[in-house]
């Protein structure tokens, strides 16, 4: 006679909870009627996934919301929260979420608001000493014709442990455009920064000025934003990508920059002098642009290891042969091989002078689908 062995019930609590956090909550209650061992396991998960979209109404999900929590283990703390609705941000289950999870020290807190119209969302009326990781994204309700622009935002309550914050569409509220203490300095403990499609009510200068911040990544802020200023002494990694505004930034101990975009990068700096690399690619750089490309690679002089997309080294050489022809330590650049299949050319360390013109070599490479490519600028 045969036995089937059910190992998954074997399993302890916290592998079984682990396992159920991949699945929405709903799921997770589901598993209650296999046996008596599953009947509660769900009612002690530290994880928690609601999503709206699960219910045919949003009342539906409301009376689920409030079963979930009134039945669930008060004892048990909630390490993290997936929250997915439509609709406001003023409805009752999400504020019955967010209380319940700030009161039983979250960790870790992703909303997803599915915009039928711009919102506010309320994150300013909670404050937490537990909370290390916020995601809030707002995104178009895939079932919704009108066109929305995000979810409005105030950071004026205090999050002291936060280390790690992802917001996209979002608008800020506050008052505290111009201040260097600045929208996040309510975050004391901010390490990671990522912001997509991004703007400042009433501001065309968005600002971000912390002390602490390590990585910064800016991804396509909304038209209003026409300047980005940037102070952060302990910023390390900086990532912009498809944000073709000025940028005025400040961070000497810059280590890792990179940039992608359709259009050149406006960028004033202080210096990045302790800067090891940089990855710089621009889609359709126009010839026009070349001097602009030539500031841009100016202030990266400290890097010691630089990648360019072929487009750029295209119009940087037509740049030098324009402008350095008459000089006698300057023969011509010369770019061989630079076939349209090849996107990247990465430069070593001390070509950067010939930029101010002091150096008589530049010597670039890079293999792709086994084509390699060389541009040299030879003294005369």
């Known amino acids: ?36 061992r599953w009947r509660f396991i769900w009612t002690s998960m530290p ?19 409030t079963h979930v929590l009134s039945r669930r283990n008060n004892l048990t703390e909630v390490y993290s929260v ?14 019955r979420i967010l209380n319940y999870a700030f009161s039983h020290n979250v960790q870790q807190l992703n909303v997803v608001c599915l915009l039928e119209n711009d919102i506010e969302f309320p994150i300013s009326l909670f404050s937490s000493k537990s909370l290390k990781h916020l995601s809030l994204e707002a995104v178009e309700y895939k079932y919704h014709r009108r066109k929305a622009n995000g979810c409005f935002i105030t950071l004026t309550s205090t999050w002291e442990a936060l280390t790690t ?79 073709e505004v000025e940028h005025v930034i400040s961070a ?14 406006r960028l004033s700096t202080n210096g990045f002098h302790s800067l090891e690399k940089a990855d710089i690619c621009v889609s359709y750089p126009p010839e026009a642009d070349a001097h602009q490309i030539v500031c841009l690679l100016q202030h ?38 630079l076939r349209k299949e090849a996107h990247r050319v990465c430069l070593h360390g001390n070509f950067f002078e010939t930029m101010i013109g002091t150096c008589i070599h530049i010597k670039m490479f890079g ?9 040299n600028l030879s003294k005369g």
Not at 85 to 94: E, H, I, P
Not at 258 to 264: A, E, M, N
């Open 1 to 36: 006679m045969n036995v089937e062995i059910d190992r998954l019930s074997s399993l302890p609590d916290e592998l079984i909870h682990k396992i159920l956090s991949f699945r929405p909550i709903r799921d997770a209650i589901g598993t209650s009627v296999l046996s008596s």
């Open 47 to 65: 994880y928690l996934n609601f999503s709206s979209e699960d219910f045919f109404t949003l009342p539906e999900f409301s009376k689920f919301v």
């Open 82 to 95: 997936k929250l997915e609705f439509r609709g406001k941000a003023s409805q009752l289950f999400v504020k």
């Open 165 to 243: 914050l992802n917001l996209h569409s979002v608008t800020f509220c506050d008052d505290i455009v111009e201040k260097c203490t600045g929208i996040f300095s309510k975050c004391a403990n901010l390490k990671n920064l990522t912001l997509t499609q991004f703007s400042m009510m009433g501001s065309d200068t968005f600002s971000i000025c912390h002390p602490q911040l390590s990585n910064l990544t800016l991804v396509s802020a909304f038209y209003n934003v026409k300047v980005i200023k940037v102070v952060a002494p302990q910023l390390e990694n900086l990532t912009i990508r498809s944000c």
């Open 252 to 265: 000497p101990h810059l280590v890792s920059f990179l940039y992608k975009g359709y259009h050149s990068l």
């Open 300 to 337: 990266l002089h400290n890097v010691k290891f630089l990648t360019l997309n072929l487009e750029i080294v295209e119009v940087f050489s037509y740049y030098l042969n324009k402008h350095f022809h008459n000089f006698e330590n300057y023969k011509k650049v010369e770019t061989k091989h």
């Open 367 to 375: 293999c792709l689908r086994s084509q390699r490519m060389w541009g």
